[in-house]
């Protein structure tokens, strides 16, 4: 990483990490497993609402939740895992003559399905600037051009932190397997495929703790996994590998290193690592990355796509470490990446690495900023480094608000749409994917021995045995179900204007597109607006016409074949 990207994590308010992760592509696998053509209608939602509540939660139990409706002629191929679905399956929903859309509301809709027909435009039909200003009966118009092509997704997915295991291992095995199903199942699941594992304690623990708690211990003789890996989060992970299909891509962040090796002596406050980059200290942090890799695949089979240095290098409060940008770098290439190569374990997580090759290979970015911050930082960052990938590593709702609106909001739509907004923008700056905070949280927003309660899309009532899917699981849904791995972010923005940053966000409508890889387009629509829109679909070229009607505030994933 050189000097214009450490500005990034000093001027953009948004705390950097660095991601070390090679994109490796999985060869497609034949699937034995044969699905019936089409589902007419998913499981009902029971919902329920909280008083004062913008909106509703979907309850679910171990003996009911509601699941997406399931077509295979909606599943790809590819990468994603799930995606079962042939080309010719088309035809039994009218080819490319038909779009499917999948809407959420606050006030009814979770994914609920609808076909609309594709219609054909008429030649030499010309089309309204969209100005900005809505009026009755006009209709917005996006125009979606598959020919530009931009990032490679790699997906959507949320951490597997202490607090949200202990949640989960909380419950019966039965409402347990079914949490598990409602994120990672590649059939009836949202379809998450990117887990972010924690290297010991972090806030969203019971208690504080690292692998290595003896002073002095450089040689690592008493590293050893804790009881949160081995009974609440590895048993967790490979249930949730399973159910994905054995394509769950995982990244590992410490909080921090073991107190004894850094300048502070403890892991909470933002000490550094102790002593010069090629002294004992740094060494040893680096063979505790290696040990952490050998001891999750020994104890569970348990492998990683990647890793991050350190979370939130420039805070650390609850437990953190610093470390600036060069030493990143030189640790990463000098110590570190040559120590993973010599482990058959670790090594494949740099491929092809050498002595000449940078060992990082993206940035890793967390949501927490002012509403004024600047998405477009993202493609400056991209333009300045463009063979460096740059991926959304953690966000969560109720962190940054007062003391009275912190934590769970159940039934709160007004985070969903902060999440909507944040991946769209991501997405549409270069972002290969997002990846949410914990997985699921109690009703307090804990456990967190910092009393660090924060909101999560799924809310753990463990004394009743069930769990709420908050407003902000569905809209994560619109897009981890719909835009497997793989699929390629295309041109998208409103007739009249300009491509660029605020393209996709004129008159309370934003929108983001992608191209699957059986070459099915797939555009989300967020809306901010307070009455329903009418919006125009147009592909670029080929002279062809979805109407779709977005619900007030709603969210909505439409689907369809070139």
Request: glycine content about 8%; proline content about 5%; aromatic content about 12%.
């Amino acid at each position: 990483m050189t000097t214009p990207a450490k500005g990034l994590l000093t001027t953009t308010m948004c705390q950097c990490q660095l991601a070390l992760c090679q994109l490796r592509h999985s060869p497609r696998r034949k699937l034995k497993t044969m699905f019936c053509s089409i589902v007419t209608a998913s499981s009902d939602c029971a919902a329920r609402r909280f008083a004062g509540a913008e909106s509703f939660v979907c309850v679910c139990n171990a003996s009911h939740c509601d699941w997406p409706a399931v077509e295979d002629e909606m599943d790809d191929g590819g990468e994603g895992g799930g995606w079962h679905g042939q080309r010719k399956n088309d035809q039994k929903l009218g080819g490319n003559k038909t779009a499917v859309v999948f809407v959420s509301d606050p006030d009814k809709f979770r994914l609920h399905r609808q076909f609309l027909p594709i219609l054909n435009e008429a030649k030499g039909k010309k089309r309204k600037q969209s100005d900005g200003k809505w009026e009755k009966g006009h209709w917005l118009t996006v125009r979606v051009n598959a020919s530009a092509r931009f990032q490679s997704l790699l997906g959507f997915g949320g951490a597997f932190t202490d607090s949200a295991t202990f949640n989960m291992d909380a419950l019966s095995g039965p409402t347990r397997a079914t949490l598990l199903k409602a994120y990672f199942d590649r059939n009836i699941g949202i379809r998450y495929s990117v887990g972010r594992v924690p290297m010991g304690a972090t806030d969203f623990s019971v208690r504080q703790y690292s692998y290595c708690d003896t002073p002095g211990d450089l040689n690592l003789s008493t590293f050893a996994l804790a009881k949160e890996d081995l009974e609440w989060k590895l048993p967790i992970i490979r249930s949730a590998i399973t159910l994905n299909g054995g394509q769950l891509r995982l990244f590992a962040t410490p909080w921090s290193a073991p107190g004894w090796m850094k300048t502070n002596g403890r892991m909470i406050g933002a000490g550094t690592l102790k002593g010069a980059l090629d002294g004992p200290y740094f060494r040893a942090f680096a063979n505790y990355f290696k040990r952490f890799f050998e001891e999750y695949q020994r104890s569970a089979n348990v492998t990683f796509w990647g890793l991050t240095l350190t979370n939130e290098p420039l805070h650390g409060q609850r437990p953190g470490m610093s470390m600036n940008s060069s030493v990143q770098r030189d640790w990463a290439n000098k110590i570190l990446a040559p120590l993973l190569q010599q482990s058959p374990i670790s090594k494949n997580i740099f491929g092809q690495w050498n002595e000449s090759k940078n060992a990082i290979a993206g940035l890793g970015v967390h949501w927490y900023s002012p509403p004024e911050y600047p998405y477009d930082i993202l493609s400056k960052v991209h333009t300045l480094f463009p063979d460096k990938f740059l991926l959304a590593t953690e966000a969560c709702a109720g962190a940054m608000e007062r003391a009275e609106h912190a934590g769970p909001s159940l039934g709160n739509w007004t985070r969903a749409q902060q999440y909507g907004h944040d991946i769209i923008q991501d997405l549409r700056n270069w972002a290969i994917g997002w990846v949410d905070w914990n997985i699921c949280l109690d009703t307090v927003g804990g456990p967190s021995w910092a009393q660090n309660f924060v909101d999560s899309p799924v809310i753990v009532n463990a004394k009743a045995d069930e769990f709420y899917k908050q407003p902000t699981f569905y809209v994560m849904a619109h897009f981890s179900r719909f835009i497997p791995p793989g699929s390629v972010r295309i041109g998208a923005d409103f007739v009249g204007t300009r491509p660029g940053r605020h393209a996709a966000q004129l008159n309370g409508i934003e929108f983001v597109a992608f191209l699957r890889p059986s070459s099915r387009r797939v555009l989300v629509l967020l809306s901010r607006l307070n009455r329903s829109t009418k919006v125009e679909v147009i592909e670029e070229k080929r002279r062809r016409v979805i109407r779709v009607r977005i619900p007030p505030k709603g969210i909505v994933t439409v689907i369809w074949y070139k």
